[in-house]
């Protein structure tokens, strides 16, 4: 590979694989961009992932919507539109992209516009306030979610186009893992401003959203540095329609079809998050401290794990995915074990946070591993087809999955974390019948 310098130093060391100079299924021409395109896609999917932890639907928008005075109403929608608003369109995204040969641009355009959607919503947490700042803040996040399916789908195809097999889950592993880095020291600035009498207003969280909304804008044009050469493209009839058609990969592409199904039962490890921070309240109170400790739990899962699991993706993202769902399947064990046998233990300020720590740790393993075996899976425009499909019925089952949570009326939190266990055991079953990819 041709690509000396600093970037082609910085590769070999994170790479270090003997293989890497394979570059199997990748063209000649790209293979020799393959260490610059490697680290340029870390850096990027930094930037963008730590936006994500920025405008956290859990954490950053339910306060900003309560600072505003927007109806609480409103809370229960921001996880639903966030993830599904950016999957269930994926479809006929897929059906215009697969008439480009160079598909950076869009993950490009896709980026800009989730850069201008949170300066958006920073501008009206300053300018309004009641139902109206709220309805505004939440159509900003609908069209924040459709520029994030943008770039979803075109982000597989350049990284199976740009970077070998053997090295697709790092990728995805170090830009998670420095993302990481970053969150805890948020954590620390959040836990240190606990003890002071700083307190927070819709002008400061508006203007560290437009102040964050750089970092879309970096990603960027790092993107639009990586080097992309034209890939397959199909004929001019794909429209919506012929996307439709797309749906029958699930009745007549087998390894495909168990996939979709094994990654629905994982929805699971994503799913029981956010009840571990609401038991937390209740055992310890809400105070920031407590928040700020998950959210140091959170980054520092990703910083010690997401390397680790790339790796171990490029070995085998089946395994992967059985084993850290196994993982989050145990943690979630022994939470109810512990609230049955000894409930007291809750009131201590560390069990809690280390569950969460170890059920991230957990949920990184099956999102960076789905996310390489879809990858490795197939190649070309049947990559495209593959991802817009599996996101698309993935975006339908979020939300009928999301209803497990009515079940609070009548079982404990307890309750319903082991029944996301005891689904992420079937997906560790189905998993098992997944062909290597």
Same mark, same amino acid.
């Given at each position: 590979?041709?690509?000396?310098?600093?970037?082609?130093?910085?590769?070999?060391?994170?790479?270090?694989?003997e293989?890497?100079?394979?570059?199997?299924?990748?063209?000649?021409?790209?293979?020799?961009?393959?260490?610059?395109?490697?680290?340029?896609?870390?850096i990027?999917?930094?930037f963008?992932?730590?936006?994500?932890?920025?405008?956290?639907?859990k954490?950053?928008?339910?306060?900003?919507?309560?600072?505003?005075?927007?109806?609480?109403?409103?809370?229960?929608?921001?996880?639903?539109?966030?993830?599904?608003?950016?999957?269930?369109?994926?479809?006929?995204?897929?059906?215009?992209?697969?008439?480009?040969?160079?598909r950076?641009?869009?993950?490009?355009?896709?980026?800009?516009?989730?850069?201008?959607?949170i300066?958006?919503?920073?501008?009206?947490?300053?300018?309004?306030?009641?139902?109206?700042?709220?309805?505004?803040?939440?159509?900003?996040?609908?069209?924040?979610?459709?520029?994030?399916?943008l770039?979803?789908?075109?982000?597989?195809?350049?990284?199976?186009?740009?970077?070998?097999?053997?090295?697709?889950?790092?990728?995805?592993?170090?830009?998670?893992?420095?993302?990481?880095?970053v969150?805890?020291?948020?954590?620390?600035?959040?836990?240190?401003?606990?003890?002071?009498?700083?307190?927070?207003?819709p002008?400061?969280?508006?203007?560290?959203?437009?102040?964050?909304?750089?970092v879309w804008?970096?990603?960027?044009?790092?993107?639009?540095?990586?080097?992309?050469?034209?890939g397959?493209?199909?004929?001019?009839?794909?429209?919506?329609?012929?996307?439709?058609?797309?749906?029958?990969?699930?009745?007549?592409?087998?390894?495909?079809?168990? +996939?979709?199904? !094994?990654?629905?039962?994982?929805?699971?490890?994503?799913l029981?998050?956010? *009840?571990? %921070?609401? #038991? =937390?309240?209740?055992?310890?109170?809400?105070?920031?401290?407590?928040?700020?400790?998950f959210?140091?739990?959170?980054?520092?899962?990703?910083?010690?794990?997401?390397?680790?699991?790339?790796?171990?993706?490029?070995?085998s993202?089946?395994?992967?995915?059985?084993?850290?769902?196994?993982?989050?399947?145990?943690?979630?064990f022994?939470?109810?074990?512990?609230?049955?046998?000894?409930?007291?233990?809750?009131?201590?300020?560390?069990?809690?946070?280390?569950l969460? +720590?170890?059920? !991230?740790?957990?949920?990184?393993?099956?999102?960076?591993?789905?996310?390489? *075996?879809? %990858?490795d #899976? =197939?190649?070309?425009?049947?990559?495209?087809?593959?991802?817009?499909?599996?996101?698309?019925?993935?975006?339908?089952?979020?939300?009928?999955?999301?209803?497990?949570?009515?079940?609070?009326?009548?079982?404990?939190?307890?309750?319903?974390?082991?029944?996301?266990?005891?689904?992420?055991?079937?997906?560790?079953l189905?998993?098992?019948?997944?062909?290597?990819?």
């Amino acid at each position: 590979m041709s690509d000396k310098g600093l970037l082609g130093s910085v590769y070999e060391k994170i790479a270090n694989e003997e293989d890497a100079r394979a570059c199997e299924k990748i063209e000649d021409s790209a293979c020799k961009q393959v260490p610059g395109n490697f680290i340029k896609l870390i850096i990027a999917q930094f930037f963008t992932n730590l936006g994500d932890a920025i405008i956290n639907p859990k954490v950053t928008l339910p306060w900003i919507l309560q600072s505003v005075g927007a109806p609480a109403y409103l809370l229960g929608w921001l996880v639903p539109i966030r993830e599904s608003g950016s999957l269930l369109p994926q479809l006929a995204i897929a059906s215009v992209i697969r008439k480009l040969p160079i598909r950076k641009w869009v993950w490009i355009v896709g980026s800009v516009i989730q850069s201008l959607s949170i300066v958006a919503i920073g501008l009206i947490a300053v300018a309004f306030n009641g139902a109206l700042a709220g309805w505004l803040i939440m159509l900003c996040l609908v069209v924040f979610s459709l520029a994030r399916g943008l770039s979803s789908v075109a982000s597989k195809d350049v990284l199976g186009k740009t970077v070998p097999k053997s090295q697709r889950g790092q990728v995805t592993g170090w830009s998670a893992s420095v993302a990481g880095l970053v969150t805890v020291g948020i954590a620390i600035v959040m836990m240190l401003s606990a003890f002071t009498e700083f307190e927070a207003s819709p002008v400061i969280y508006g203007s560290c959203l437009v102040a964050a909304a750089m970092v879309w804008l970096i990603g960027a044009a790092v993107y639009s540095q990586v080097v992309e050469f034209p890939g397959e493209v199909d004929g001019g009839r794909n429209g919506l329609l012929e996307a439709l058609k797309q749906l029958s990969l699930l009745k007549t592409d087998r390894a495909f079809r168990l +996939f979709v199904i !094994t990654r629905s039962l994982f929805l699971c490890t994503a799913l029981s998050a956010p *009840y571990y %921070v609401v #038991l =937390a309240q209740q055992k310890l109170g809400g105070d920031v401290w407590v928040l700020a400790m998950f959210l140091f739990a959170s980054g520092l899962a990703s910083l010690v794990s997401a390397p680790f699991w790339g790796r171990f993706s490029d070995r085998s993202s089946k395994k992967v995915m059985m084993v850290a769902c196994a993982l989050s399947s145990v943690v979630g064990f022994v939470l109810f074990a512990i609230s049955y046998l000894q409930p007291a233990l809750f009131n201590n300020i560390l069990l809690l946070p280390v569950l969460y +720590f170890l059920l !991230t740790i957990a949920h990184q393993g099956v999102r960076v591993g789905r996310k390489t *075996y879809l %990858v490795d #899976l =197939a190649d070309g425009n049947k990559r495209t087809s593959y991802v817009a499909v599996s996101n698309t019925v993935i975006g339908v089952m979020l939300l009928l999955m999301s209803l497990i949570g009515t079940l609070t009326q009548v079982i404990s939190i307890e309750g319903l974390v082991l029944v996301f266990s005891v689904m992420a055991i079937v997906g560790v079953l189905m998993a098992m019948r997944l062909p290597e990819a």
